[in-house]
């Protein structure tokens, strides 16, 4: 495990979003919660606030790569997120980079295909584009729209996921209906469920940044998957019910 002063590092792939409540900005700080060390690579220098998104900023892959040599010139990264990308090109690019050079990398992808605001990153790419490249993915953390998209599950069944053990799978439950907030993992041929009470008013921003982010950080101080799941869960709610507006605070 590689530490600073005894912390665990943990890397993010993902957009800048200058209002900290989404992208690199929020997995920083969710990193920082839980004691452990975030160094960033930025794939789009979003234009937005927590309320509105303008552009999404794309960076091409030679920017992205320049990036993250500077970082592996210092260190390999046990764990890793990736946020934010364009395309799945971008995507493949980036787990094939850190599965040369950090094999066993546990490695997260949250899946953002559109923004809270309406605006559609993947419009015109078949989602099938992006199935194959899930096989060296460890964990995929979908809301339902993103579940369905890439062909996970089926849409009319929250209890059937269309995956094999290969790689596990979050769905998120916060664009769901009723009294509670309930995630589902299904990991190593098993189901977990997470729930919270459902919070009146309208959702941050960010949350889907920073559950996957908590996720990561309790994975680099050791804890187990479906361990890391409950306390990022937990997080969240804590995350929800502080901060300003659209903007969450733990």
Known sequence: MNTKNN??????????????G??????IKAFEYFGVYGQAVC?????QNESDFISPGFLPWESILI??????????FDFIKIGL?????????IVRYIRERSPDAFIIWDPIVSASAGYEFFSGEEAEAFFPLLQDIDLITPNQKEFIYLGLGLAASRDEVAIGSDFAVLLKGGHQQGPLSTDVLWHENQQYKFSSTRLPGPGKHGTGCTLSAAILANLALGKTLVESCEIAKRYLDQFLKGGEGLLGRS
């Open 22 to 27: 989404a992208g690199i900005l929020a997995d």
């Open 67 to 76: 990036q993250l040599n500077a970082l592996y010139q210092k260190r390999s």
């Open 85 to 93: 990308i364009s395309n799945s090109l971008i995507l493949k690019k």
């Open 7 to 20: 912390l665990p590092f943990a890397l993010t792939v993902a957009g800048f979003d200058g209002s900290g």
């Open 43 to 47: 794939t789009a220098n979003t234009v």
